[in-house]
């Protein structure tokens, strides 16, 4: 796990960030490293100044460029799901802000993240230094391609919905691997957990609904029309 500058007198988020993760216990997360990535990662650096007194709450907060950074709940269910035990190597699709990447890189070996606005992409650039988060990499690009240069991932996990599972998503993924992806129509999907089970080119792939869920659109060539 990196290493984090959140000790001592400036952190003065500390006892909000303690109370989110009670309410993220009482609403039935269980996952102890994923409360624990929570209660370590500082959430405020990831949000805007504008709604900073408000960066821990269990809700969403536009974050700019039309996006939001998602609510903290949806992303502990999400975290929970993917059963990281943490020498993992994980692909992020929608760096957003950057927070979920924090959250993963608490949570995982390595983290690539590929985020398609380039404004978005820099913030949250910014944002991970700034947290001193050093094993996660942000790419500028299409995430429905994927970051074949360090594939296999054994979890992909899809910030944004799609229309269909990305097959460049599959193919990157360890066998093994889990992948989470929200899928269905603009503004409602189904969370879909997609194991790619087996070696080799036969491989299946098992498809679990997890639950309803309600993302910004995954765009791009395997996803909707930019
Ligand atoms: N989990 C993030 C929020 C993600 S919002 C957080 O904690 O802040 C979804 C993000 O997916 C947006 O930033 C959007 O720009 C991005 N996105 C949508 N389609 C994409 C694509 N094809 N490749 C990469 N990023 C994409």
Redesign the pocket.
């Known amino acids: 796990m990196a290493p984090r500058r959140l000790t001592g007198a400036t952190d003065t988020y500390a006892g909000y960030r303690a109370r989110l993760v009670e309410t993220l216990r009482a609403r039935g997360i269980r996952d102890l490293a994923v409360l624990k990535a929570f209660a370590e990662t500082p959430r405020h650096l990831?949000v805007p100044p504008a709604v900073r007194h408000r960066a821990y709450e269990d809700t969403a907060l536009p974050?700019g460029?039309g996006?939001?950074?998602?609510q903290p709940f949806t992303?502990a269910r999400y975290l929970e799901a993917l059963r990281l035990k943490g020498r993992e190597r994980v692909l992020e699709?929608?760096?957003?802000?950057?927070?979920?990447t924090a959250l993963l890189g608490a949570l995982a070996s390595t983290v690539f993240s590929?985020?398609?606005?380039e404004a978005?992409a820099i913030a949250a650039q910014r944002a991970l230094r700034e947290a001193g988060i050093a094993n996660v990499s942000v790419l500028l690009?299409?995430?429905?391609l994927g970051w074949s240069a360090y594939a296999p991932y054994d979890a992909i996990l899809v910030?944004?919905g799609g229309p269909e599972v990305p097959p460049p998503l599959v193919e990157q993924l360890a066998p093994d691997g889990r992948l989470l992806i929200p899928l269905g129509e603009h503004g409602a999907q189904t969370l879909t957990l997609v194991e790619r089970v087996g070696q080799g080119p036969s491989h299946a792939v098992r498809r679990t609904p997890l639950g309803a869920a309600r993302?910004?659109?995954?765009?791009?060539e395997h996803?909707f029309d930019a």
Request: hydrophobic share 40%; no cysteine.
């Open positions: 990831f974050i460029n996006q939001t950074i998602s992303q699709i929608g760096t957003g802000s950057g927070y979920q590929v985020e398609r606005v978005l690009g299409d995430g429905t910030a944004a993302f910004v659109p995954l765009l791009g996803g």
